[in-house]
């Protein structure tokens, strides 16, 4: 069996949902359950003896330890992490607590644990961390696109986190000797996204006739991956990734922020016409920048594709319809997300909804 950290979250989950469809291997499922956190994505996995969930903290070291005895799992997937920029200007604290201290004390539990396994199990098993491309700062419009070899210049709290994470990770593996992979993921997109994030907030404000807040001149370009190739891409370096390497994945397909939004707009007009007949691209409103906003982000994603034969399987056209039908297809998904807790946050980010707009698109 496989341990997942942070398989209640968006891409945990649906890694977790994609691994117990695709393989007869037992998942621990290890989340704390934050306000990312939500079970509601694993309801389908009710019953089903493959899926063992804990609630726990990754930084829990009496808990994780009992649990790598008790589960004996030849591999541990790393994605649980605070994992939103705008979250980690507003408050770092929580970030440096799970994405470094708590990385820290998984490796010290993982290391132990390995340590004690037969020579056969301890050359088999493998702790893959999943890492983003924010590590490697901002590009130019000209520069070339994040290869492996890029320095890391981090510049939020968030990936400045992530860094520190990622360096521990290799730390672990050079000194230990720790079978480490890490992989250098894009922005993803899907179904189970919490809508604090790009797309899924332009989806629920869309439909809800709110604004939909577009950060300065919205030509900020990322580079964006459907969740189930980056779920494929690390199942894959799971299965023949080299030790101590780290991979970049991504989906090739850079585009500005403001194109995003109108093709989710364009989408929404098409599957779900206003009843006035206006375009959901109306609401577009432009709102004061996010604070260090990177201006691009660009992955080349070859050594991963050369090496282990990965390729994503939907294109940006593909699985943004699928992504806005999903939204259309799971309105009861999206209004239990959207608690008190989640209303707090769109309160102090976007001033209740309009405030901080600058103009009207
Ligand atoms: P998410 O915020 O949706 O989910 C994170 C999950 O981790 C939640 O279920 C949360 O409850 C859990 N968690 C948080 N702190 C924890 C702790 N201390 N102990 C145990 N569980 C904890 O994040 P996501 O978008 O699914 O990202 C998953 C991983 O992938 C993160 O490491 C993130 O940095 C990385 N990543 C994300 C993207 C993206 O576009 N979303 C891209 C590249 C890499
Ligand atoms: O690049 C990988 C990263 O992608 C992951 O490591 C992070 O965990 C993930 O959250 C994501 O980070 P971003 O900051 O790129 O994602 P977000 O969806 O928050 O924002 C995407 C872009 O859209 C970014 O340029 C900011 C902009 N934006 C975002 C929001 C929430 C807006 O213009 N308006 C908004 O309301």
Redesign the pocket.
């Known amino acids: 069996m496989i341990l997942v950290t942070g398989g209640a979250g968006f891409i945990g989950g649906n890694f977790v949902l994609d691994w117990l469809a695709q393989s007869g291997e037992s998942v621990v499922n290890v989340d704390k359950l934050t306000y990312a956190g939500n079970l509601e994505t694993l309801t389908s996995l009710d019953g089903n003896p493959g899926h063992i969930f804990v609630q726990a903290d990754i930084g829990d070291r009496a808990v994780i330890d009992r649990l790598l005895v008790t589960h004996r799992p030849r591999a541990v997937v790393n994605f649980a ?1 605070e ?4 979250r980690s200007i507003h408050g770092p604290e929580d970030f440096i607590q799970t994405n470094v201290l708590g990385t820290f004390r998984l490796l010290e539990a993982v290391r132990h644990y390995w340590s004690g396994l037969s020579a056969p199990d301890k050359e088999a098993f493998r702790f893959l961390h999943v890492s ?3 590590v490697y700062g901002s590009l130019s419009s000209t520069d070339p696109a994040f290869t492996e070899t890029n320095r890391y210049e981090p510049n939020s709290p ?2 400045a986190s ?1 860094a520190a994470s990622d360096h521990l990770v290799r730390a672990w593996h050079h000194t230990y000797g720790l079978p480490v992979v890490t992989t250098n ?4 997109y899907g179904p189970y996204h919490f809508p ?4 899924p ?1 332009m989806i629920v404000n869309a439909l809800a006739g709110k604004p939909l ?4 001149d ?1 030509m ?1 370009i ?1 580079d964006w991956l459907y969740v189930k190739d980056h779920c494929s891409a690390i199942r894959r370096v799971l299965e023949a990734g080299r030790l101590g390497e780290t991979y970049n994945v991504g989906g090739w397909n850079e585009k500005p ?1 403001i194109e995003i939004v109108r093709t989710v707009c364009a989408l929404l007009d098409e599957l779900r016409p206003k009843a006035d007949g206006t375009s959901y691209a109306t609401q577009i409103t432009y ?1 004061t920048d ?1 604070p260090g ?2 201006r691009r ?1 660009a992955i080349d994603a070859r050594k991963l594709e050369a090496e282990l034969g990965w390729k994503p399987a939907e294109t940006f056209e593909t699985g943004i319809r699928k992504t806005v039908q999903w939204y259309l297809d799971n309105p009861n998904w999206v209004a239990n997300v959207q608690s008190g807790a989640y209303r707090e946050w769109v309160g102090k980010q ?1 001033g209740g909804g309009t405030q901080g707009a600058e103009r009207a698109a």
């Open positions: 992490a994992s939103h920029v705008d983003t491309d924010e968030y990936s992530k993921c894009s922005n993803n604090e994030k790009l797309i907030l807040p577009v950060y300065g919205g900020q990322r922020n709102v996010r906003h990177d982000y976007y």
